[in-house]
């Protein structure tokens, strides 16, 4: 079965730190570059971080740019965002997702991007 799993979120308080896991199953993941992607309530779902292939580059969006690093462990399938510095409006589900089109996923572009998760839910409040 092709899938992505996601995990790690949780309620943290404004400051705080968590790591999130992506982990891919049932196809070649390291053929796939890897975004992650969150949909806060009332809002579109919109991309936050994209990871190549070989995990050589990398693109996060202006919001978390600094604040968060993606990664990934080839030989584990899995990619991580580790988000630092969390803030109130980082509230949201994250979603991970796959494509053989690097170029859909460094856009942060959720159209394009397939197998996707269901989601984990990162509350940030105090």
């Known amino acids: 079965q092709l899938q992505t799993v996601e995990s790690g979120g949780g309620l943290v308080q404004p400051g705080g730190s968590l790591r999130l896991s992506c982990a891919a199953s049932?196809?070649?993941?390291?053929?796939?570059?890897i975004g992650w992607f969150r949909q806060a309530p009332g809002k579109e779902r919109e991309g936050v971080s994209c990871?190549?292939?070989?995990?050589?580059?990398?693109n996060h969006a202006d919001s978390v740019k600094g604040r968060f690093t993606i990664s990934r462990d080839n030989a584990k399938n899995t990619v991580y965002l580790q988000m630092n510095s969390l803030k109130p409006e980082d509230t949201a589900i994250y979603y991970c997702?796959?494509?053989?089109?690097?170029?859909?996923?460094?856009?942060?572009?959720?159209?394009?991007?397939?197998?996707w998760g269901k989601g984990t839910l990162v509350t940030v409040s105090s």
């Open positions: 049932g196809f070649s993941f390291h053929y796939y570059a």
């Open positions: 997702a796959a494509t053989l089109t690097p170029s859909v996923c460094m856009d942060l572009q959720r159209g394009g991007m397939n197998y």
């Open positions: 990871i190549s292939s070989s995990g050589g580059s990398t």
